[in-house]
Structure formats: structure tokens, C-alpha cells
């Protein structure tokens, strides 16, 4: 390849990149949103809709055009078909593209600085970036909901058993509460208690909930995986990218926990991306965004897990567990009996 080459080849790249940086400006303001609801605007109209600064919306308006998310005639806009993709509410939305694109160069520039001295501040790394917290659940879950119903759900045996068994189901790290809304959803006996770090996430969850007419059976409160006391044993308990965020700390105490709290016949179910067993498999494109992510999980004082680590820990706390693979094997879920 020609120095030309490659010049072409990272331009190519950079420009998707930046594709991406505009796409996430329209998501986090409405404004794609706000469009497809007016049809066709001005961008002065549609800042006025979208109750944001006309001055920035005209000049979002051209950066979308270049991109392609906006045709124009005259100075009215409207949406072409990747602009509607992009909607978040829109079936099969592109939405977590645009997010991860942002929180990644975030995460970039923090572990670029970072690594000079080791510190790994933890969690409050997401929220440093005002408009990005609020997009994490929406993110995960449009990424993750439709995988869970499903390819997950009829494939993983647990999940008959918890619709015939109800019961309670603790979801443990459960951000905007997608996974628990999804389970009620399902199963009609079901009641569920999510716990997450962030009040951003529990506020969004709660609401959701709420919106969804769930909330007589599901609760949301705020608290430490590592400081929790349940007022009954669970059915099921639910890690779903929730466990690398937590392994570094203490993993014995932990999983003696997740033995402690659950009843007789009940089950653990850990979802999470799967760490590669060999450093070659990381070349592979549907890889490539795990072992970028790593880095940035790394900033937070986490890292990914080998499905056959989960398996161990599980074992030594005296629990018998099962992995099934899904996504080219790289997501696994790892299911534990008492
Ligand atoms: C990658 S997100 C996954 C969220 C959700 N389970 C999902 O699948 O969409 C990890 C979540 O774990 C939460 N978390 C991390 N450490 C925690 C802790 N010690 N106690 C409570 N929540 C924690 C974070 O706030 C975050 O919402």
C-alpha cells in the first residue's frame, strides 16, 4: 500500500468518525426526532420545535446535509433515509453508533492522559461528559434489548423456568432497567428490584417502568453491588455487563453473596462480552470494538472476563455453571444453580 493509499484509506475512516460526531448532535438535542415529526423545516422552525439555539441548529443543519442525514430544498430541511435510521425511537435505530462514537473519543482522551501515572478514577468517568450519561441506557438498550428477546431468552433455559417459577428477580447493575422491564414483560408472576451506581440510571428506570405500567412490580433504587442487603432471597439474580465493572474488587465475597441470596432452585444469570481465550481473535472486525473498549474499561477500573473465569469463580463458591455462547461468540451467558 502507497503512502497515497493509506492517506485515502484513514481519510475514509476519519470521516465516518465525524459522520457519527454529527449524527450524535442531532441525537442528544431531538433534533432528528423533532424533524421526522415536522416532516420538513427550516432550520430556524425546527430549532424553535426542538426549543434549542437557531444560531447552532443552521449550522448542524449544513454539517447533517454534508453528511447525508438531510436533503434540502432551498433552506428547508428533511430527513433522508439515514436520518430517519438515526432516529432513537426508530425500529433498529443507529442511535448507539453515534453515542459510542462520542463516549469513545471521550474515553480515548481520559486513558491518553491517564496512562502516564496509572490512576484509574472508576465509574464517574461516564458522567464526566454532560450530554452522554443520559444516552448510556438508551444506548445499551437498543444494542442489547432486541439480542436479549430474541436470540437470548429462547435459547437460555432459565428463563422458562423463572415465567413458570416467578417470583423475585434482582437485576444487579442495571442501568436505564431495560432488562427487567423486558423479564415483566415476559412473565407475568415476575416482580423485579434493580440496583445501579448512577441515579441518572435509577431516575430513567423508575420512569420507564412507570411509562411501561410495570412499576406495581418492579422497583429501582440506587446502592453499591458491594454493600447490598436484600430483604428476601432472589429467584434470579442478573449481572448483565455489570460483573467486569465489579471483578477487580473483590470476586470471592461477591459470588459467595450471589450463593447467599438466592433460594433453593434459583438461578444466577451473568451476561457479558466474551474475552477472547487467544490475542489473534481480536483482529477480527466483530472483535475490534471489545478490545478498544478494554482499554477504556481499564480507565474505570475494570476489565473483560473469559467466559471460563466466570465459570471458575462460580465454582469456587460452590455453584455449578453452564455458558452458552451467542454473537460469534463473543457474548456469553453464564448461568449458575445453587
Ligand atoms: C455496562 S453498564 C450495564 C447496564 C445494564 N445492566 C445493561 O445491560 O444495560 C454497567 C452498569 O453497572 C453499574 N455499576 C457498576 N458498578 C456498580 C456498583 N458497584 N454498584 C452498582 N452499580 C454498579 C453502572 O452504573 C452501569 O449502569
Redesign the pocket.
Known amino acids: 500500500m502507497t503512502a497515497d493509499d493509506l492517506k485515502t484509506q484513514f481519510r475514509q475512516q476519519s470521516q465516518a468518525a465525524l459522520s457519527l460526531n454529527v449524527a450524535y448532535i442531532g441525537v442528544v438535542n431531538g433534533l432528528f426526532t423533532t424533524l421526522h415529526r415536522l416532516r420538513q423545516a427550516s432550520a430556524q422552525a425546527l430549532a424553535e420545535a426542538a426549543g434549542i439555539d437557531p444560531g447552532y441548529v443552521l449550522r448542524w443543519c449544513d454539517a447533517a446535509y454534508a453528511f447525508g442525514y438531510l436533503d434540502a430544498d432551498g433552506d428547508t430541511f428533511r430527513l433522508t433515509p439515514q436520518g430517519e435510521a438515526m432516529r432513537p425511537e426508530a425500529p433498529d435505530t443507529l442511535m448507539p453508533m453515534a453515542v459510542q462514537s462520542v463516549l469513545s473519543a471521550h474515553m480515548a482522551e481520559r486513558a491518553a492522559g491517564l496512562m502516564r501515572n496509572g490512576e484509574r478514577p472508576g465509574?464517574q468517568v461516564l458522567a464526566e461528559r454532560q450530554t452522554v450519561l443520559p444516552w448510556?441506557?438508551p444506548m445499551?438498550?437498543a444494542t442489547?434489548g432486541p439480542m436479549f428477546e430474541h436470540t437470548i431468552c429462547p435459547a437460555v433455559p432459565v428463563f422458562a423456568e423463572v415465567d413458570a417459577r416467578g417470583g423475585l428477580a434482582v437485576?444487579?447493575?442495571?442501568?436505564?432497567g431495560?432488562?427487567l422491564r423486558a423479564l415483566a414483560r415476559r412473565c407475568g408472576k415476575l416482580r423485579g428490584l434493580g440496583?445501579?451506581?448512577?441515579e441518572e440510571?435509577i431516575t430513567q428506570a423508575q420512569a420507564l417502568a412507570r411509562q411501561n405500567g410495570l412499576s406495581d412490580r418492579l422497583r429501582f433504587q440506587h446502592?453499591?453491588?458491594?454493600a447490598l442487603t436484600l430483604d428476601e432471597p432472589a429467584d434470579l439474580i442478573a449481572?448483565?455487563?455489570?460483573l467486569h465493572?465489579?471483578w477487580e474488587k473483590d470476586t470471592q465475597t461477591l459470588f459467595a453473596w450471589l450463593r447467599a441470596n438466592l433460594k433453593p432452585g434459583g438461578a444466577v444469570v451473568i451476561w457479558e462480552p466474551a474475552w477472547p481465550a487467544e490475542r489473534r481473535a481480536l483482529r477480527e472486525p466483530s472483535r475490534r470494538g471489545m478490545a478498544f473498549q478494554n482499554l477504556s474499561e481499564h480507565v474505570q477500573g475494570n476489565h473483560f472476563l473469559r467466559p471460563e473465569e466466570i465459570q471458575a469463580a462460580f465454582a469456587q463458591a460452590g455453584m455449578t455453571a453452564t455458558v452458552h455462547l451467542f454473537a460469534q461468540g463473543n457474548e456469553a451467558v453464564v448461568v449458575a444453580r445453587r
Open positions: 465509574e448510556f441506557g445499551l438498550e442489547f437485576d444487579l447493575g442495571c442501568g436505564n431495560w432488562y440496583i445501579d451506581g448512577f440510571n446502592g453499591d453491588i458491594h449481572m448483565n455487563r455489570a465493572h465489579v
